[in-house]
Every structure is written in structure tokens, then in C-alpha cells.
């Protein structure tokens, strides 16, 4: 898990998403509060499922690598071969930022869809390709990824990352660039943080977020007695749901593990 955390750190902005997966029976709010415990600054994504796509193991730790286009590159102990996941990575990582595929076409619509998250771009290359199957494909791998985005911005609503999802909503308007029925998909999704929840749900976000600034900073002793106070204030908002999970978590025992 350190040498995952550190991985995600230093590569999650180029592309790498780490998923760290719970086996041993704990609940979700054991693992978060495990996690919180042992690593605070992990920003990994983390489930108690085993809907990730790796073969069973015997032992752990156990990993994966899977790559760009969904293929197992490889599974087994990472301690056992350290220098073969970091090739594995980087050589995945390589991909986001130059595309892949066998076509010069397919490469530059991949490079400017995951490597620049250009999906203007991405879209006026697929536009200026000959029609046929090939074309087709890419359009529809562009539309998969703007529909993704923009349910990711919706997805972080409801999970009372507010802040986040702003800074999501305003990376798709730059991203669909002066393409106009994306432009008048996504300036309602923006004029959402504008309006009274969005307003309540921004202002109980930046508060929760010193809470969990505080919960990286090592202090999680502190942090329930600040939960119940935010509480008292978040109302019936998304944020405030967000917060009763986090203290119910912080205030699951941990015995036995």
C-alpha cells in the first residue's frame, strides 16, 4: 500500500488511477477509517468490492496493472517485482500522453483525448477523418468520454465533493472548447454552484475540507468533535451527508484488525 500511495502521488495528474481493494471482510467505513489511520495522505480511490478486474490470489499483498485500453498486463506481488511495475506504468503513462491504437489517427485522437483531455480537439480530428468504421469508433470513444465527464461533475454532487465537482464542471467547459451543443450542455452544470444549494453546499464543502486538511495533518482525534459541530450547520445538504459518513467511519472501532 506505501509503494501504491506513493505511485498515485507522483503519476495520478498523468493519468495513473490507483485502486486500492479491500478483501479481508472489513466494511466500508472500517476502511475508511483504517485508511485515515494509516494513510492519511493517501488519495487513492479504495472499495471493499472485487469487482476489479484481477485473477484470485493466495496471499497478499496482491496487485495489477491494467492498461489503457483494459488488458491485464500483469498481477501478482508487487514486492517481488518492483522495477517490473514501474516499467509497466510508465509504459501505460506513455500511451495516455501520445495516444495509442494502430493508426496515426486513431494515436492523435487518444493523445488529445486522455493525454491533453482536449475533447475539442479530439473531436475536430475524428470530424476530419474519412468516413467508415474507423471514424465511427473514435466518435463514439469521444462521446463516451464527454458523457463520463460530465456524469463524473454529477457523481461528485452527490458524493458532497462540491469543490470538486466545480473544479470538474469547469475543466469539461475548457475542455469542449467552442463546440456548441457541449457548451450549452455544460454552462447549466456550472450555473448549479451559483444557486442557492450550490452556494450552501460550496460554503459546507470549504469547511469539511479543513477537516479533512486537519485528518492529513495526522490529528484524528480532533476531527469527530469538528464533524458533530459541521453537523449542526450543513443542514440537509449533500456535504453535510458526506460528513455524518466520515464521523460515522472515525467512530467505527477498529479491534481485531
Not at 472500517?30 to 485508511?35: I, K
Not at 495509442?100 to 483525448?113: E, M, N, P, Q, S
Not at 486522455?114 to 463514439?140: I, T
Amino acid at each position: 500500500m506505501p509503494s501504491a500511495i506513493k505511485h498515485d502521488a507522483e503519476l495520478s495528474s498523468k493519468g495513473l488511477v490507483t485502486i486500492l481493494v479491500e478483501v479481508q471482510g472489513a466494511d466500508d467505513a472500517r476502511l475508511e477509517h483504517f485508511l485515515w489511520k494509516t494513510f492519511p495522505q493517501n488519495r487513492c480511490f479504495s472499495c471493499t468490492s472485487t469487482g476489479v478486474p484481477l485473477p484470485p490470489s493466495d496471499g497478499i499483498p496482491h496487485a495489477g496493472v491494467i492498461g489503457v485500453d483494459g488488458t491485464l498486463l500483469w498481477a501478482g506481488n508487487p514486492l517481488a517485482e518492483p522495477k517490473k511495475v514501474a516499467e509497466l506504468i510508465d509504459q501505460e503513462l506513455q500511451k495516455v500522453k501520445k495516444g495509442w491504437g494502430d493508426t496515426a489517427d486513431a494515436r492523435k485522437v487518444r493523445a488529445a483525448l486522455y493525454g491533453k483531455r482536449d475533447l475539442a480537439g479530439a473531436a475536430a480530428l475524428v470530424a476530419a477523418m474519412a468516413d467508415g468504421d474507423a471514424k465511427a469508433e473514435l466518435q463514439a470513444e469521444v462521446d463516451r468520454r464527454y458523457a463520463s465527464a460530465k456524469k463524473a461533475v454529477a457523481n461528485l454532487q452527490d458524493q458532497g465533493r462540491w469543490l470538486d465537482a466545480q473544479a470538474a464542471a469547469r475543466d469539461l467547459l475548457k475542455s469542449v472548447g467552442q463546440k456548441a451543443e457541449w457548451v450549452a450542455e455544460v454552462t447549466p452544470l456550472l450555473a448549479e454552484f451559483d444557486s442557492e444549494q450550490g452556494k450552501a453546499e460550496i460554503a459546507a464543502d470549504k469547511k469539511l475540507e479543513k477537516v479533512v486538511k486537519s485528518l492529513r495533518e495526522k490529528k484524528l482525534d480532533q476531527a469527530p468533535k469538528a464533524l458533530q459541530a459541521l453537523l449542526k450547520t450543513t443542514g440537509e445538504t449533500k456535504v453535510g451527508a458526506r460528513a455524518q459518513k466520515l464521523l460515522k467511519a472515525l467512530e467505527t472501532p477498529l479491534e481485531n484488525d
